[in-house]
C-alpha cells in the first residue's frame, strides 16, 4: 500500500512510502484490542481502595440495648453495617489489578489499531524534522499545517528528540511517542496518527521480530 508523505507545512512531497500489509493491512481483531486496552488500563489503577470491616473499626462494643422485649430487631454493636458510621459489608480492600495477556495477542491488538487508522483515513507520514529550539509556537504552527488544532493528536518518532517533546508539552491534546514504544490504548485514543518517514521502518522491524 503506497501512501504519500508530506512535509511539516502540509504539503504533499514527491515521495511515498510502502506500508506493509501485514503490519497496515491485516483483519482486525476487536477482541484482541478490547483485552489490550482492558489491561493497559488496570494496570494504570492503583489498587490502593480501602474501607473499614467490623473487625477493623474502632467504636464501643457495648451491647446497644437488651436481646428481646423492645419490639425492634436485634442490635449487638454500634460498629454494625446498619448503623449511621458503621462498618461497610464487603467493601473494597487494596488489591493488584494487573493480568497477563501474551506477546502475540498484544501484537495483534496493535497491529489492528494501526489498520484501522489506515481504514479511516487517519494515518499521515510526514517527512522526518526537528526544531532548532525547543518552541510551542512551532508545533502549534505544525498542527495547524495539517488542520489539527484541538484535534487528539500522536505523533510517532524514530527516537526521543527532546526539542520536539519541549515544544508539545504544553498542547493537551498532543502526544508524542517512540516507536517502539507504542500501544493499542495510545493508537485508538487519537484521532489522528502522525508517523515520521522514518518511523515506519522502525515500526515494520520491531513488530516483524516479535
Do not use: C, W
Amino acid at each position: 500500500m503506497e501512501v504519500e508523505v508530506y512535509n511539516i507545512k502540509g504539503a504533499i512531497t514527491e515521495r511515498k512510502v510502502i506500508l506493509n500489509d501485514e503490519i497496515f493491512g491485516i483483519e482486525p481483531n476487536d477482541h484482541a484490542i478490547y483485552l489490550d486496552v482492558k489491561q493497559f488500563m488496570a494496570n494504570k489503577r492503583q489498587g490502593t481502595h480501602s474501607s473499614k470491616e467490623k473487625s477493623t473499626l474502632s467504636g464501643s462494643t457495648r451491647k446497644l440495648k437488651k436481646q428481646k422485649g423492645t419490639g425492634g430487631a436485634r442490635a449487638g454493636s454500634i460498629k454494625s453495617p446498619l448503623f449511621r458510621g458503621g462498618a461497610r459489608v464487603f467493601g473494597p480492600h487494596p488489591r493488584d489489578y494487573n493480568f497477563k495477556l501474551n506477546k502475540k495477542l498484544k501484537k495483534l491488538a496493535r497491529l489492528s489499531a494501526l489498520t484501522y487508522k489506515v481504514k479511516d483515513n487517519n494515518l499521515m507520514i510526514i517527512e522526518d524534522f526537528s526544531f532548532e529550539t525547543p518552541k510551542t509556537k512551532n508545533f502549534v504552527e505544525l498542527l495547524k499545517n495539517f488542520q489539527l488544532t484541538g484535534i487528539k493528536t500522536l505523533l510517532v518518532l524514530s527516537n526521543s528528540d527532546t526539542n520536539i517533546l519541549l515544544s508539545s508539552r504544553n498542547l493537551k491534546k498532543v502526544k508524542i511517542v517512540r516507536a517502539s514504544d507504542l500501544n493499542t490504548y495510545e493508537i485508538l485514543d487519537a484521532k489522528r496518527l502522525i508517523i515520521t518517514e522514518s518511523s515506519v521502518k522502525d515500526i515494520e522491524t520491531v513488530h516483524s521480530q516479535n
